[in-house]
């Protein structure tokens, strides 16, 4: 632990300092080549949850603020203009204004302006007829009132009250600004953007293309004449295929701690970066399904878990305990170890919190002779099944039979939504690592994706709070205040952060993986390949 | 003739209906629908949302009006619209046919290729060590998965020669194509090679002890006539009909090899369709194999008329 925190320290201050890869004389033309790992839902990044949308298509728009492309960390300091050519804050920091570089045009020729960006704000907001189908961070934008245009190229987000991170949620890869003049059917099957790259084509479970866009308002970019995504589903053949050189990328995340060691040896020149995913295992538990009600039998289920043994077993010693927050030193808002010891269930002494545990289940009447049997449900996927079976066996040690259930994968959402299951095992991937998207999208009463549905007033009280603080020191402290709540109430035991690499080939340059979000870096207009 | 062509094609509408609703009920009897996959990728699901979209999408109809709806539209050439990509079913579906029939039609070429001349050199070496290799060659075709064999052998082709032979679309040239897909039809018809060639064997074993085989040794005609011309031709009609079924099968056979070697074919779309609950894609794919399944029995039935001259379909 001591080697990783150091090489953290080495990697922060390297993403602080300055830009993360030394300027190189850059070649223009070539076409991208990468592998997509699944059948892509749709192309409508504000729609969708996932990686498998945002990889591919954030190269077709722009946002308002970007984290910086070349910089590893995610940070308010590392959030630079993109369609916003400046920002500035009122007296009562309720009041956001951007003002909005000119001669910009949409893909399709048409000018973009002040409007298009109430537009999307107005649709994620609820507020215009033409709304998104889902909208799955609708709670991001909760204290947003409204968005005001002043004439063509200045807009003002009006707030309730002031959000210290406001700024942070307009630089992610999930935030970009969408035309006023295409409907939002038409995003999800032939998108338009102002970014680098347009959509040519999406050929469902085969391929989707994007071609430079040679009207991009940074002249001289994108390097790259296209990015051409081959959709492999089978992983031993995707993973075969980057091996023979028929890749440029790997998708992101794809190559897990065992199978780097075959790629490395497969393709030694391959360059591969192993970074957290910002993904969480966490258990869930239905307090509404009887005996779990019971605050004491949660308790006793939190004090079982090995937290060490989960992340030796599935991710080779590579992952990180944690609670709600990414851990440090890539982590901005998470607890270092030496905190997180303190919380409910991470002591270092599993087996001293185990028979802590056992205590409780037997003053509840149960035994090895008389064990709760329960069902532990979990996605029909690999990721979520591996986790659930070591929970089955760990939660065996305290009397509780487990029984693996796994649900079909397209059904998951829905049947933990309706609340049909008792216990489960969960991932939660998180957009940008910051406390109020991750504390409202998770933990806050009124989100839709608190798939727990973990409901605190005094808690969304503190997750209020947090966020008006400007002060990042003593909004670090309310941080850590809720993650001890969260850990007493067990809202959504964090088991692990997972890592995960991701490689390309050295002669694909210009590209910076970001380490402390998985969503964030796929604008692809600083890439460029030196064959 | 005529009368049993006539019965045939009315018995051919009859069970292509029966299947049409078969398959329309069993995919809805499936847990979750689109709604819920459509949502699932956002990790979420809104109630009221997901009213509004059953609404648009037609699925709040009762399930007479569903179908009533579907083998209508079917009747007139409209297959609807895929629910997932929003374009027109017909659009997704059949660009998907022609690679997925070039796949089946060469794994059924390399199957007869081998499995017919081999299984007779088989049977006319009877416990011989060439019939011993072609039977373990035959018992390993059957028993290694096509999945495993596909993997190995990309594997293979990754380390010796530094290439990986996947689909790729546009290679510009038909030879290429085949070339490029002649390695999962092998992988593919190996299994239908190795029951073809254990069929040819034994039906030939069997004819061969009849007396007209030894009745044409003594006419003095020669070992391959009496091979190919006699034997063959007597023992050939269970391997018709084998070659047959296999034919029919090798759409649903070729899900794993189309995963394995990445080709964009109808097989592989199918369980993705079903994976998520894209009902247009579904049952008119599903419908596509069972007319594929019904008209290949159909030739195999009147190819019985052709090769035996005994068999006549007369009332």
Same mark, same amino acid.
């Given at each position: 632990m001591p080697l990783k925190r150091a090489l953290g320290c080495v990697l922060v201050t390297a993403a602080i300092c300055g830009s993360a890869v030394p300027a190189l004389a850059q070649k223009s033309g070539g076409t991208l080549r990468i592998y997509h790992r699944d059948n892509l839902p749709s192309g409508s990044i504000h729609e969708e949850a996932t990686i498998s949308t945002v990889?591919?298509?954030?190269?077709?728009f722009n946002n308002l603020v970007i984290y910086?492309?070349?910089?590893k960390l995610n940070a308010p300091e590392t959030i630079v203009p993109d369609l916003a050519e400046s920002w500035a804050w009122d007296a009562s920091k309720t009041k956001l204004t951007f003002k909005l570089r000119q001669g910009v045009k949409w893909h399709d020729g048409k000018p973009f302006t002040a409007k298009d960006v109430q537009c999307t704000w107005n649709k994620l907001t609820g507020k215009?007829?033409?709304?998104?189908?889902?909208?799955?961070?609708a709670i991001w934008w909760h204290n947003l009132k409204e968005v005001t245009v002043n004439g063509d190229h200045e807009v003002t987000f009006n707030l309730n009250r002031p959000q210290a991170s406001f700024l942070s949620l307009f630089?992610?890869?999930?935030t970009p600004v969408y035309p006023c003049h295409v409907s939002t059917k038409d995003m999800r099957t032939n998108p338009i953007g102002t970014g680098p790259f347009k959509f040519v084509e999406f050929k469902r479970g085969e391929s989707v293309r994007f071609a430079r866009n040679?009207?991009?308002?940074?002249?001289?970019?994108?390097?790259?004449?296209g990015i051409e995504w081959k959709v492999i589903e089978n992983r031993s053949t995707r993973i075969l295929a980057f091996v023979a050189g028929e890749f440029d990328m790997t998708f992101n995340?794809?190559?897990t701690v065992p199978l780097l060691k075959d790629v490395t040896s497969q393709a030694p020149k391959a360059i591969c970066e192993l970074v957290p995913t910002y993904v969480s295992t966490n258990l869930i538990i239905n307090p509404k399904a009887a005996p779990f009600n019971d605050p004491k039998i949660r308790k006793a289920m939190a004090l079982t878990l090995d937290r060490k043994a989960y992340i030796d077993i599935l991710s080779g010693g590579k992952a990180d305990i944690s609670g709600v927050m990414l851990p440090p030193p =890539?982590?901005?808002w998470g607890m270092p170890p030496e905190e997180l010891q303190?919380?409910?269930?991470?002591?270092?002494?599993v087996e001293k919190s185990r028979a802590e545990a056992r205590k409780i289940m037997e003053s509840l009447g149960y035994s090895e002779a008389k064990p709760l049997k329960i069902k532990v449900s979990t996605r029909n996927i690999a990721i979520y099944r591996d986790p659930a079976v070591i929970l089955i066996d760990q939660l065996k040690k305290i009397y509780i039979d487990g029984e693996l259930e796994v649900i079909d994968t397209s059904i998951w959402h829905a049947k933990v939504t309706r609340g049909e299951y008792s216990v489960g095992l969960n991932l939660t991937g998180v957009g940008v690592d910051d406390p109020d998207v991750n504390l409202y999208e998770?933990?806050?009463?009124?989100?839709?994706?608190?798939l727990t549905q973990y409901c605190n007033k005094d808690l969304d009280a503190l997750i209020d709070k947090q966020s008006q603080e400007t002060d990042a020191g003593k909004r670090k402290q309310l941080v850590w205040e809720i993650e001890r709540k969260l850990a007493e109430d067990l809202a959504r035991p964090i088991i692990m952060y997972d890592r995960a690499a991701t490689c390309w080939h050295?002669?694909?340059?210009?590209f910076v993986l970001h380490a402390?979000?998985?969503?964030?870096?796929?604008?692809? =207009?600083?890439v460029w390949l030196d064959k | 003739m005529g009368a049993y062509l006539i019965r045939r094609l009315l018995l051919m509408l009859v069970t292509l209906f029966g299947m049409s609703v078969l398959i329309f009920v069993m995919l809805r009897l499936v847990p979750g629908n689109i709604t819920d996959i459509i949502f699932d990728s956002a990790g979420f699901v809104n109630p009221a949302a997901k009213k509004k979209i059953e609404r648009q999408l037609g699925l709040d109809q009762p399930i007479v009006t569903q179908y009533v709806s579907w083998i209508s539209g079917l009747a007139r050439g409209d297959l609807g619209y895929a629910?997932?990509? =929003?374009?027109p079913a017909i659009e997704e579906i059949l660009p998907r046919i022609p690679v997925t029939a070039k796949l089946a039609v060469l794994a059924l070429v390399f199957s007869v290729l081998f499995g017919v001349p081999l299984g007779v050199m088989s049977a006319v070496r009877q416990n011989t060590a060439l019939d011993y290799l072609l039977r373990v060659i035959s018992l390993s075709g059957l028993s290694l998965p096509s999945f495993w064999l596909g993997l190995l052998i990309l594997m293979a082709f990754v380390h010796w020669f530094g290439w990986i032979p996947i689909y790729k679309s546009n290679t510009g040239s038909l030879w290429h194509d085949l070339a490029l897909l002649s390695i999962p039809a092998a992988a593919v018809g190996f299994r239908s090679s190795a029951l073809v060639m254990r069929l040819t064997r034994s039906s030939m074993l069997e004819v061969m002890r009849q007396d007209y085989i030894r009745t044409a040794r003594a006419k003095g005609a020669s070992e391959p006539a009496v091979n190919y011309d006699h034997a063959l031709r007597n023992a050939v009609l269970p391997v018709v009909t084998i070659i047959g079924i296999e034919a029919a099968f090798l759409i649903g056979g070729l899900i794993v090899t189309e995963t394995v070697f990445n080709i964009p074919g109808v097989a592989r779309f199918l369980v993705e369709a079903i994976r998520w609950r894209d009902y247009p894609i579904v049952q008119n794919l599903v419908m596509f194999i069972a007319i594929v399944v019904v008209v290949t029995n159909f030739i195999v039935d009147m190819l019985y008329v052709v090769l035996d001259p005994r068999i006549k379909y007369e009332e």
């Open positions: 990889q591919p298509f954030m190269g077709v910086d492309q070349q910089k215009d007829n033409d709304d998104f189908r889902k909208n799955p961070r630089a992610s890869g999930y040679p009207d991009y308002w940074k002249k001289g970019q994108p390097y790259l004449d995340a794809d190559v =890539e982590g901005l303190k919380l409910p269930g991470y002591a270092a002494d998770n933990y806050s009463c009124n989100s839709e994706r608190n050295p002669h694909l340059k210009g402390n979000s998985i969503y964030n870096n796929w604008r692809f =207009e600083d | 629910y997932v990509s =929003e374009k």
